[in-house]
């Protein structure tokens, strides 16, 4: 977690092992039982203590000019992607799945950072969840992170995704590397509009186009008579034939919901309840918060990282930030800027200052107005529609 000497003590074994040779014979020897051939013999045993060498590290602290915004240490490191569908074949409205992959040699999950995509005007993008996987190896460890992303066009055109680099630290060569996913560009077409047209046949002439027929009346004519105007028919006419039918059909289903609700609750005289919330392990983020100020009052660099990053799944439960640097970009000035001094702290020493009052007392704004965001949610829910007090009025 920080930089400086890291000793680690020896580890002891007790062994208790034989001393001489078996004076008596064991009436049980025939059954070849190593208990009976122990309880009945003569044989001492001695213990002995075998113990491990001390093991000294030197752990260096981060490099001054690395660029990367998360510090990650690495024996190797790539980026990889996959698409559920050719970059360059999307329709407007069809979704398309992007998968992103960081898979690093000698990280654990902790120290990955949380993959994202940018946001692109005219693209609609949903994250998923992260998939992580931490395998211990003969060298060490090796983790993979793997997130989709939902990517659904909303108008035709070409649009490019920027390219996504992550700086990290090679720590076999001694240098700064960086993980580095191109740009891709993404070709969106709209609906298709066009009729596939049939091959002409010996008997049966060839029909000519709207345009060609148009051409030859104003020729002959000068003007275009309304019984030569010629009949467009095509896929965009049946289709919007078409969603005009399922339009209906969604509406009309829509309407006989909403009146088998309105007659239930005039018959019951109550709201329609809604669907209970559920509770927040309130236990477990009391305990959380007590440990944030234990680590403050005591000083305490890794266990106010700990208590942090326990906090977080209760203030972002949607997209939750698994790094000091990660929470750093959810939060404003100061509570960032001293997220990112106590990540530096711990990586490079006492060679920089972090405010642990600043921490608790941020966080503690970040909890103060998530409650007061949610308390005017429930107050703006629906009352009911026939509350209790106009069926007494009735009666």
């Known amino acids: 977690q920080k930089s400086g000497e890291l000793k680690m003590d020896p580890l002891s074994l007790n062994l208790r092992i034989p001393a001489g040779k078996k004076q008596q014979r064991s009436p049980f020897g025939s059954f070849n039982d190593p208990f009976f051939d122990d309880f009945f013999s003569t044989r001492s045993y001695r213990n002995k203590v075998v113990r491990s060498k001390t093991v000294v590290l030197d752990v260096r602290p981060a490099p001054t000019d690395f660029h990367g915004r998360h510090w990650l240490v690495a024996k190797d490191l790539r980026l990889e992607e996959s698409w559920s569908d050719e970059p360059d074949k999307l329709k407007t409205g069809e979704p398309v799945t992007r998968t992103l992959a960081i898979i690093a040699d000698g990280v654990t999950l902790g120290q990955l950072p949380e993959l994202m995509m940018p946001e692109v005007q005219g693209l609609r993008i949903y994250p998923d969840d992260a998939v992580n996987k931490e395998q211990a190896t003969d060298e060490g460890v090796l983790s993979t992170s793997s997130r989709k992303f939902a990517i659904i066009p909303t108008h035709p055109g070409n649009y ?171 939060v404003g000035s100061p509570l960032s800027d001293e997220l990112l001094k106590l990540s530096r702290n711990l990586y490079a020493g006492n060679a920089i200052d972090w405010n642990g009052a600043k921490i608790e007392a941020g966080m503690k704004d970040l909890r103060r107005d998530g409650k007061r965001e949610k308390q005017g949610k429930d107050q703006s829910e629906l009352r009911p529609l026939y509350p209790d007090s106009s069926y007494q009025h009735r009666g």
């Not at 060839?206 to 275009?224: C, F, I, W, Y």
């Not at 467009?232 to 909403?258: D, K, P």
């Not at 100020?293 to 799944?313: D, F, G, K, M, W």
């Open 160 to 330: 490019q995704v920027p390219a996504v680099e992550l700086k990290w630290w090679n720590s076999l060569s001694g240098k700064e590397e960086t993980a580095r996913l191109s740009p891709r560009q993404l070709q969106v077409r709209g609906v298709a509009q066009t009729q596939t047209l049939s091959a002409p046949t010996a008997d049966k002439p060839v029909s000519r186009t709207p345009a060609l027929q148009m051409d030859e009346a104003q020729k002959s004519n000068g003007k275009m008579k309304p019984s030569q105007m010629p009949a467009i028919e095509g896929a965009a006419g049946n289709s919007i034939h078409m969603w005009l039918i399922v339009g209906n059909l969604v509406l009309g289903t829509l309407l006989l919901f909403t009146l088998v609700l309105l007659y239930r609750s005039r018959n019951k005289g109550q709201a329609v309840p809604l669907p209970k919330e559920r509770p927040e392990p309130a236990l477990d983020m009391n305990t959380a918060w007590k440990q944030l100020h234990q680590a403050v009052q005591s000083n305490e660099a890794v266990a106010v990282r700990s208590a942090l990053l326990t906090l977080a799944p209760g203030l972002w439960p949607d997209q939750t930030p698994r790094s000091l640097e990660a929470m750093a970009e959810k």
